[in-house]
């Protein structure tokens, strides 16, 4: 017995090792994939599914007036979840970025009550408590405590199955957005007319806005975003429209402090660029360094996740590139065209911001009148009544 | 009838030579692999173009026509600095892995055992959270850094083991708790780290890999890891010595904690010196070891020098097959290594019924 102790010590170590292997490979190559795509929760359209049913209650704000609003509202989220949440909604638990600024823009700051650590614009959401690090790990004690009316988060919390369930279980509705842009597929492939006609990031956050009026009211303020940011995404995409293939220049998108992982984002085409990792099966992959330098990109554009926007952040990320010994050759190295973007600038209400910075970033040419940190302002000052200190796009 | 000196001689002149051409075997394998990774990638060089970069650069004196600029990029800048960071990683950590496991007597023990790379994970991560900006990662902040407190790290579990007579059980303790403490302050450094940029670093320097490869890395390296890998084989006697068991040892006349102290210094320094480059690549230093040892046994002579080809050998296929399979996306290379290496070491444990170790 004793002789054959170390042989199966041996062997249970070596299959851990492997069944540890494969979950490394599952993680890294599946389980970062867009939630829509792990999950059969998850469901992007769903967010755009319309009330399933409703009940209703008489309000009366005055003894004249006579208004009638349902009393609770059942609707499916963005993970396929169906939620039934009482109305009106008061105290509101915001624990996803976009989603506290999409709040925010529809003038709902006020009923904010809840924030994640990593929800850091506008500056005033500064002042809400926060009750974690980010919306995977939230404090489950906290927010039962602060009771909001619903929880507004990504579809990281459903990950975390026991605090959802605790949550759940505490009577307070969670409501999953998917934030997350749907690509257009196979872009490459389709005409003109169909990239023209296919949704930006912009289209779909005012449809998720539009979305969530059916909880939270407050259709004007969705009509006022809406009609200052399509201008700007009408103005890119006729200008893309108008480019000849020939005019298209690649482009490799890279995650700063990630050396060759990449994007395969097909949204590259919608601002006039052709991503080198276009072909590309996994979601998120390591590329090769060799077959980077010989794609030879124009364009290098760094995605970085800034919570304080400070722009030194942005340099440095811009000079970590800029001295990388495999890529002294690679035009977009030697031109200087290597670009920072934050992930804030490409998701929810500010993706106009993040659209502009590409269009411009990619064709230059095309669009020398469009100052991207000017429309930040504008919409900063619009939507929050104050510039606000920050970058989200370099240079 | 009865065995002479001479029939010993001629007995252990035998063995001598198998073992002799189990290492040769072995190297041959090893150069192939090497012209096979030089030869494929992703970028459109092969062979021919790789060979031209390589005369070029190495010969100039020669007046060859230069190559693409294209060509030497990939293969001077690329391909190569990657393929010789392989060999020399491969070739130190599982040359410390054979050190210590025979000093040690246990077959378990490697760089994680003793708590090194939990330790050396813990000092990149302190750099990358607490230096001036994650663009210290292109500098030597994170290598200066994780190098340190692999041998802060060494000094703490000597001193622990000191105290318990510096047996070999007191320092695969003192390894196995000091490990723990550094994995776990490297939970808590991400778990409170200001900026996601900041964890997503140090979950990739923790996956390792040798795509950070270049010539001032390896020139920084090599010369770490060639001396102490010599000074490992030099140690050899010793260590056959030691591997009978510390009574054996003292009456044998080997000083067996000034042996095991140095050849901790030994196997700290390699594995510091490789990792605080790469990251952390694990299984190489504990598997490659055994692999040669059922091919050649437990001589100390032959064992280290076969482990460092084998660890070599097994790093280069599994970063080249990491490379290839899933042309242009890349596989990082502790998971290939493990994918490969696991079957190929069960398969050989189950088909060597004899015990492999001592």
């Known amino acids: ?395 | 009838m009865t065995t002479t000196t001479a029939d010993l001689k001629k007995l252990y002149n035998k063995d001598r030579k198998k073992k002799i051409l189990v290492i040769f075997s072995i190297f041959l394998a090893l150069i192939t692999t090497a012209l096979i990774s030089l030869s494929l990638g992703a970028a459109s060089p092969r062979i021919g173009e790789a060979i031209t970069v390589i005369f070029y650069k190495w010969f100039p004196f020669l007046h060859i026509d230069p190559p693409s600029s294209l060509a030497i990029t990939i293969i001077w800048t690329i391909r190569l600095p990657r393929i010789v960071m392989a060999l020399i990683a491969g070739a130190g950590l599982a040359a410390a892995g054979a050190t210590m496991q025979g000093i040690l007597r246990n077959p378990l023990v490697s760089s994680y055992v003793l708590g090194i790379s939990s330790a050396a994970g813990f000092g990149a991560a302190l750099a990358i959270v607490l230096g001036v900006s994650v663009a210290a990662l292109s500098g030597y902040l994170v290598v200066g850094n994780a190098f340190i407190f692999c041998l802060l790290a060494m000094v703490i579990v000597y001193m622990i083991a000191r105290v318990r007579g510096m047996s070999s059980e007191s320092v695969i303790l003192a390894g196995v708790a000091v490990g723990f403490l550094f994995s776990a302050l490297i939970s808590l450094i991400q778990y409170i780290s200001p900026t996601s940029n900041a964890v997503q670093a140090i979950v990739f320097w923790l996956m390792g890999g040798l795509h950070t490869a270049t010539w001032q890395n390896i020139l920084l390296c090599f010369p770490l890891v060639a001396v102490a890998v010599i000074l490992m084989v030099l140690q050899a006697w010793n260590i056959n010595v030691m591997s009978m068991g510390e009574e054996v040892a003292v009456s044998l006349g080997v000083n067996s904690k000034r042996v095991l102290a140095i050849n901790m210094v030994l196997e700290t320094t390699v594995t510091a010196g490789i990792i605080a480059f790469t990251g952390i690549i694990g299984f190489v230093d504990l598997i490659a070891p055994h692999i040669a040892r059922m091919f050649i046994g437990n001589d100390y002579r032959y064992l280290i020098p076969c482990s460092a080809l084998m660890g070599a050998f097994m790093l280069l296929a599994a970063d080249t097959v990491g490379r290839l399979i899933m042309m242009p996306t890349e596989i990082p290379v502790g998971i290939v290594t493990s994918l490969l290496g696991v079957p190929f070491f069960i398969y050989l444990l189950v088909r060597k019924r004899r015990r492999s170790f001592n």
């Open chain 1, 1 to 395: 017995m004793k002789k054959l102790t170390m042989p199966i010590i041996a062997i249970i170590l070596s299959v851990a090792l492997l069944v540890s292997a494969s979950a490394g490979v599952y993680m890294l190559y599946f389980s970062d994939k867009p939630s829509s795509e792990i999950s059969p929760k998850i469901d992007t359209t769903a967010t755009s599914v319309p009330t399933l049913s409703t009940s209703t209650a008489t309000v009366s704000p005055t003894p004249e007036v006579v208004q009638e609003v349902p009393a609770n509202i059942t609707v499916v989220d963005g993970a396929g979840y169906t939620v039934t949440i009482s109305l009106p909604v008061k105290r509101i638990a915001a624990l996803d970025t976009a989603v506290v600024e999409i709040l925010c823009v529809m003038g709902l700051r006020d009923l904010i009550i809840a924030r994640c650590d990593s929800c850091t614009m506008p500056p005033s959401i500064l002042s809400v408590t926060s009750v974690g690090s980010n919306d995977y790990e939230p404090n489950v004690e906290a927010l039962i405590e602060l009771n909001p009316d619903i929880i507004f988060c990504s579809s990281m919390l459903p990950y975390n199955e026991a605090s959802y369930q605790q949550l759940i279980n505490a009577g307070i509705p969670i409501y999953v957005v998917d934030t997350t842009t749907p690509e257009p597929v196979n872009p490459s492939k389709m005409t003109k007319d169909e990239l023209y006609n296919s949704p930006t990031p912009i289209d779909f956050v005012c449809n998720l806005m539009r979305n969530f009026t059916a909880i939270v009211g407050h259709q004007d303020k969705v009509n006022e975003y809406a009609t200052w940011a399509q201008p700007y995404n009408k103005l890119v995409k006729d200008r893309i429209y108008a480019l000849s293939p020939d005019q298209q220049i690649t482009v490799f998108l890279e995650w700063y402090s990630y050396p060759y992982r990449t994007f395969v984002t097909q949204s590259v085409y919608q601002a006039g660029g052709i991503n080198i990792a276009e072909n590309q099966t996994l979601y998120s992959p390591l590329l090769s360094p060799e077959f980077v330098v010989e794609q030879n990109p124009s364009v290098i554009i760094e995605y970085i996740l800034s919570t304080t926007h400070d722009i030194n952040d942005f340099i440095a990320a811009k000079n970590d590139v800029l001295s990388r010994n495999v890529l002294q050759n690679i035009d977009a190295v030697k031109n200087g065209r290597v670009y920072i973007i934050d992930w804030s600038a490409r998701d929810g209400v500010r993706s106009i911001v993040g659209y502009l910075y590409w269009a411009k970033w990619i064709q230059p040419n095309l669009f020398a009148d469009i100052d991207p940190a000017a429309v930040n302002q504008e919409f900063n000052q619009k939507f929050y009544g104050t510039t606000i200190d920050g970058t989200f796009g370099y240079p």
